[in-house]
């Protein structure tokens, strides 16, 4: 019998099996973020088959490939063989790793706020700090969604502070929800304060007040272990007592475009009838890729097969040894510049933990050949584009977000830009 280490490290990697030529005819003309995710979703559960002893032997190519092209029971109950529902998919995968008591998925984080607060406060009060009235994207601001969601708005404290007693004082018979959003796409220092999470759940609950928490960037729990140990989580959300919390299904999670309501059961079924839900709820395929990424998370898999995981706790020696695999990869294409290999940070972004830099290695281009603005745009309008910056007037390839496949494709892009 094959030991489990060997069957283990004899799994192939996801890009290897959609390389395979096989798969391509079986699956010709599938989605490849469909077809990724399906691909993903196999081997992990090859994997934990092997860790429970039930897989001596690695399956062939062919069964893979019947996987990948099979059938969805999005909408049907394969144990009572009945219409069944989309939410259930991911709702029991939501409820083991946050331990709420029900869940369920929509389009994005904005479409979950809009649907929570139109079905439990519309036409009520919704109490929320001045200093959490933000703007989320594209121009779109939390005051818009609470207005387009029927709720009235009762705006307490000040930008800078807001007290737990500034929500109770503005509790009255129409209030019908404190509203705490978690401000992932900026940060206020200096002279501030706010509320609890914690404290606001009390007072909600004394005053039989719903608390719904927009947690907005989708970390799960284990923040520190992403290297980001100032950002809040699901799992200390619902522990905190937040009766709703919502969050996106990208960013930190590191999965599909989704906006996911996590909560009580009784709020969820609610939420789960008002007529919104069915125009916002999701595909299957991006069901698919979330419930996927869900599976990841609940194996503890995370650093290793989720891309923005994997980006986010790569360790200095990995990074260094990537750039220089990046930077052989260019030596060797005799490029009209100087490369150097070089520390540098880069910020988080994607609207998530604000002014936090990461540490990491880059491979820097110095050119005469082209000014670096038009090199730079030259990339970029590349057919596969490539996204570097300019900083101490070189080029900056940043490996930190790469993957060592990209190499040769990067110095293919560098060397058309590079021509003359």
Not at 47 to 67: F, S
Not at 221 to 244: C, F, N, R, W, Y
Not at 285 to 294: D, G, N, Q, S
Request: aromatic share 2%.
């Amino acid at each position: 019998m094959v030991e489990q280490k060997t069957l283990l490290r004899s799994i192939p990697q996801v890009d290897a099996v959609l390389a395979w030529p096989a798969l391509a005819i079986a699956c010709e003309g599938a989605p490849r973020g469909r077809l990724s995710d399906t691909v993903r979703a196999e081997l992990e559960a090859l994997r934990r088959d092997i860790l429970a002893g039930q897989c001596i032997e690695l399956p062939t190519e062919d069964a893979l490939c019947a996987a990948a092209r099979g059938y969805s029971n999005l909408e049907y109950d394969l144990s009572t063989g009945a219409r069944g529902s989309r939410h259930a998919h991911v709702a029991e995968l939501l409820r083991a790793l946050t331990g709420a008591e029900d869940a369920l998925a929509v389009n994005n984080n904005a479409a979950a706020v809009l649907l929570a607060l139109s079905a439990l406060t519309a036409g009520r009060e919704v109490v929320i700090s001045r200093g959490e009235l933000v703007e989320i994207g594209g121009a779109f601001r939390v005051p818009q969604v609470m207005e387009q969601s029927g709720a009235v708005l009762r705006e307490v404290g000040t930008t800078n502070k807001t007290r737990l007693s500034d929500y109770e004082s503005a509790i009255g018979p129409d209030t019908a929800a404190l509203l705490k959003v978690h401000t992932s796409n900026f940060k206020l220092v200096g002279f501030t304060e706010s509320a609890a999470l914690e404290d606001m759940a009390a007072l909600a609950e004394r005053h039989r007040l719903v608390l719904i928490h927009d947690l907005g960037s989708g970390c799960i729990d284990g923040a520190q272990a992403l290297g980001l140990p100032d950002e809040p989580t699901v799992v200390q959300s619902i522990k905190a007592g937040a009766h709703i919390t919502t969050f996106s299904g990208d960013k930190l999670l590191g999965g599909p475009q989704a906006g996911i309501i996590v909560g009580k059961a009784d709020l969820i079924a609610c939420i789960k009838k008002h007529p919104l839900a069915r125009a916002l709820r999701i595909d299957k395929l991006t069901l698919a890729a979330l419930e996927a990424t869900l599976r990841l998370h609940l194996d503890g898999e995370t650093a290793r097969d989720i891309p923005v995981a994997a980006m986010l706790t790569a360790t200095p020696e990995a990074l260094r040894a990537k750039a220089e695999a990046l930077l052989a990869a260019l030596e060797g294409r005799n490029l009209p510049a100087a490369l150097t290999l070089e520390q540098d940070t880069a910020p988080v972004g994607g609207g998530s933990a604000p002014g936090v830099a990461l540490d990491g290695w880059v491979v820097a281009l110095g050119t005469d050949a082209l000014p670096l603005q038009a090199l730079e745009a030259r990339l970029r309008a590349l057919g596969t584009p490539i996204v570097a910056r300019i900083a101490r007037d070189r080029l900056i390839l940043d490996v930190r977000t790469l993957m060592e496949d990209d190499f040769s494709a990067i110095a293919d892009g560098l060397e058309m830009a590079l021509k003359a």
